[in-house]
């Protein structure tokens, strides 16, 4: 069993990912996440568990909405939503959720 709970950075990007996994969560020491050009529509609200997590990058996926737990990431400061299909409501939704962090659209 591959226990992966020190890891602190991933990068998947491009790799043809549809699904993520709730067990996300349990990369509590995970600061860096980059998911970019992925085929990913939805996130587990598991997300919020990282609370170590510094940046996010989600662009160029398929996402139209992220859980409300993502703004138990108090420590996010960037994250990539850029070539995703968010409208206006989620968008604003996301920077209510998390006032601190830069959002690149």
Known sequence: DLNLKQLEYLDVCYNQISTMSPDLGNLKN??????????IQT???????????????????????LPEHISNLTRLEEMNILG???NDIEIHNLQLWLPNCKIDL
């Open 30 to 39: 995970l600061y860096f996440l980059d998911l970019k050009g992925n085929d």
């Open 43 to 65: 996130m587990p609200q598991e997300i919020g568990d990282i609370e170590n997590l510094v940046f996010l990058n989600l662009a160029h996926n398929h996402f139209t909405s």
């Open 84 to 86: 995703n299909s968010f």
